[in-house]
């Protein structure tokens, strides 16, 4: 899995005009799953995410995790994350099928619930409005495939 965390003051996403999901503080999270990736690696990623710690302390040091900051998800499924490059134009092949992305989709955000966070979201291989304001900006790169 492969996912890019920002720190937000506030994020949404629209569908067809429609806000469907908006927190305050937070991360927006966007995520892509691999071929490889399982259960197991959706738990991992996000017990690694929630237990980031990027919000600043009352001595202004990125010292405090989401849930010390009263903070939320917003989760986008982002396939192309996994976009080969090589080229001009990107191939996306190296993202898994959704019969594959979708289940692991809702097992990343089902682990942030059980985290007890807030999760707002997307909806899978929907066209996407995703607005924020990144709050620092801090922004953290995740692959699973790299220590």
Known sequence: MRAVVTRVKHASVTIEGTVTG???KGYLVLLGV?????EETAVKLADKICNL???EDENGKMNLSLEQ???SLLVISQFTLFADTSSRRPGFSGAAKPDLAVPLYEKFMARCRERGFEVEHGEFGAEMGVESLNDGPVTILFDTEKP
Do not use: H, L, W
């Open 22 to 24: 908006q927190i305050g």
């Open 34 to 38: 691999g071929p490889n990736d399982t």
């Open 53 to 55: 710690r990027v919000f």
């Open 69 to 71: 900051a009263g903070g």
